[in-house]
């Protein structure tokens, strides 16, 4: 079993900056990727970006290529996301997952309880 918990989130205005945190603790976490998913009221949860176990690897939706970076602390089990110019759209709670990786919710059998994120325009 992994446990995760996410922490970071919180109120921005428009163009500002998130870090995003997720620590993971239980079964081992270096071989497991890493996902982070958003899900705004109404709407599904969402791909946000994935990296592998071994850290090599990353995959961004397309809308925030260029502006998020995943990334892990494999001596912290930590993952991050380092969240730059951000929109109002980019509102919505924010998942971490442990996995395969995969932008499939279903390939991710571990997650996290959520943290919120707020863009203000």
């Known amino acids: 079993q992994v446990q995760l918990v996410e922490s970071g989130g919180g109120l921005v205005q428009a163009g500002g900056s998130l870090r995003l945190s997720c620590a993971a603790s239980?079964?081992?976490?270096?071989?497991?990727?890493m996902g982070w998913f958003r899900q705004a009221p109404g709407k599904e949860r969402d791909f946000v970006a994935g990296?592998?176990?071994?850290?090599?690897?990353?995959d961004y939706a397309d809308a925030v290529k260029g502006r998020f970076t995943i990334s892990r602390d494999k001596a912290k089990n930590t993952v991050y996301l380092q969240m730059n110019s951000l929109k109002p759209e980019d509102t919505a709670v924010y998942y971490c997952?442990?996995?395969?990786?995969?932008?499939?919710?279903?390939?991710?059998?571990?997650w996290g309880q959520g943290t919120q994120v707020t863009v203000s325009s």
């Open positions: 997952a442990a996995g395969v990786i995969s932008r499939t919710a279903a390939r991710y059998p571990y």
């Open positions: 239980g079964r081992t976490f270096t071989p497991l990727a």
């Open positions: 990296i592998t176990g071994s850290g090599g690897t990353t």
